[in-house]
């Protein structure tokens, strides 16, 4: 159980396009999603906080009009980057957060890889 | 500051060998904690997760993790490692007060045959 999907996996855009990335919960509904960003032998960076039915919440320093996300449902939350560019070539992963009793834990996306030319 | 530090950026290990990778944390009280694994090609996969109780934590694959609050640590260990365990390693912090992770940079196992 706890399936996390993304698509596409990875994606080739021109630059000055758009491109939309999905994650869906497959077999759970999650009322947050993370989105992540991982550059080359770097660690997670946590771009927004996805929370179903309101606005995301977005990390200093990310430009939330460049990567619209929305939640609309239990199970799917959207990441669109905008304009895209070059540097915003890079692995796009999700997260959804799921509680277990006293605990909780992150469930991932298999990542999409994003190639802006 | 909340802070995770995994200091080493590599690891080499012989197939069969014992394993230790570390982990520091700095946060104003205890700590959530986990290790999760990356294989190319793959999502973050949960190895183990310390929220309270025994300071000895069992996870999947015959790995295991040691919450020492004195030091500040959370060591992932297995006994022997396998080819197939050659993957990317983190370990993270999960904040209580809004369930973010904190992530350190991650330790790189390689495998020798």
Known sequence: GAVVSQHPS???CKSGTSVKIECRSLDFQATTMFWYRQFPKQSL????????????????GVEKDKFLI?????TLSTLTVTSAHPEDSSFYICSARVFWDLSYE????PGTRLTVT | ??????PDIHITVSEGASLELRCNYSYGATPYLFWYVQSPGQGLQLLLKYFSGDTLVQGIKGFEAEFKRSQSSFNLRKPSVHWSDAAEYFC?????SNYQLI????TKLIIKP
């Open chain 1, 10 to 12: 990875w994606v080739i």
């Open chain 2, 1 to 6: 500051a909340q802070s995770v530090t995994q």
């Open chain 2, 103 to 106: 992530w350190g940079a991650g």
């Open chain 1, 45 to 60: 960076m946590l771009m927004a906080t996805s929370n179903e039915g309101s606005k995301a919440t977005y990390e200093q």
């Open chain 2, 92 to 96: 993270a912090v999960g904040a209580r």
């Open chain 1, 70 to 74: 929305n939640h609309a449902s239990l």
């Open chain 1, 106 to 109: 992150q469930y991932f996306g």
